[in-house]
């Protein structure tokens, strides 16, 4: 069974670039896996930020961006703000039947 | 605007079932695919089911298939969740969404606990 992969941490400064990244055990990452990313606070529900691969959700501050990077989708967040400390997941859609896969998540700290 | 309300979570006993349901507002509520994702306590969020726009499609994950049913009553503009055989593992935080591309609108999600 493929897994959808993410870095378990990240960390960035205040005012900093940071790229998340979201893959596959086995194969790579294309368009056609329409990737979407989601922010999570504690306690919130999630939040759309990015679908089919770099479409911003409406809302979502332009310096959150979604690509393709090599074998893998990508969440970059240029200028990272204090509020942008939060649970980050991917998802990928494996075709009929199984549909949609999140990825474990990446917590990132801002600080 | 977009506007869905989950309801239905409680404490329920392994064994067990429990229906939730998704009241939706704000959007024409026929035209889209729903979904139901779930969160167990401290986990990551999970992809659980959806329902094509006129019912007639279904896709389940796997842990899920011949326990769950998801449905739907676009007269009602309602989503539902039921939830037969629950085990302990099906504990979380239940989200609905409505589709694009994935859940795109979220809910604010109900807690479904399983324990005895």
């Known amino acids: 069974q493929t897994v959808v992969t993410q870095e378990p941490s990240f960390s960035v400064s205040p005012g900093g670039t940071v790229t998340l990244t979201c893959g596959l055990s086995?194969?790579?990452?294309?368009?056609?896996?329409?990737p979407s990313w989601y922010q999570q606070t504690p306690g919130q529900a999630p939040r759309t930020l990015i679908y089919t691969t770099n479409t911003r959700s409406s809302g979502v501050p332009d310096r959150f961006s979604g690509s393709i990077l090599g074998n893998k989708a990508a969440l970059t967040i240029t200028g990272a703000q204090a509020e942008d400390d939060s649970d980050y997941y991917c998802?990928?859609?494996?075709?009929?039947?199984?549909?949609?896969?999140f990825g474990g998540g990446t917590k990132l700290t801002v600080l | 605007e977009v506007q869905l309300v989950e309801s239905g979570g409680g404490l329920v006993q392994p064994g067990g079932s429990l229906r939730l349901s998704c009241a939706a507002s704000?959007?024409?509520?026929?035209?889209?695919?729903m979904t139901w994702v779930r969160q167990a306590p401290g986990k990551g969020l999970e992809w659980v089911a959806n329902?094509?726009?006129?019912?007639?499609?279904?896709n389940y994950v796997d842990s899920v298939k011949g326990r769950f049913t998801i449905s739907r009553d676009n007269a009602k503009n309602s989503l539902y969740l039921q939830m037969n055989s629950l085990r302990a593992e099906d504990t979380a935080v239940y989200y609905c969404?409505?589709?694009?591309?994935?859940?795109?609108?979220w809910g604010q999600g109900t807690l479904v606990t399983v324990s005895s």
């Open positions: 704000g959007f024409t509520f026929s035209g889209w695919w």
């Open positions: 998802m990928l859609y494996m075709g009929s039947g199984t549909n949609w896969v």
């Open positions: 969404a409505k589709d694009y591309y994935g859940p795109h609108h």
């Open positions: 329902i094509k726009d006129d019912g007639s499609e279904k």
């Open positions: 086995s194969g790579s990452v294309s368009t056609s896996y329409h």
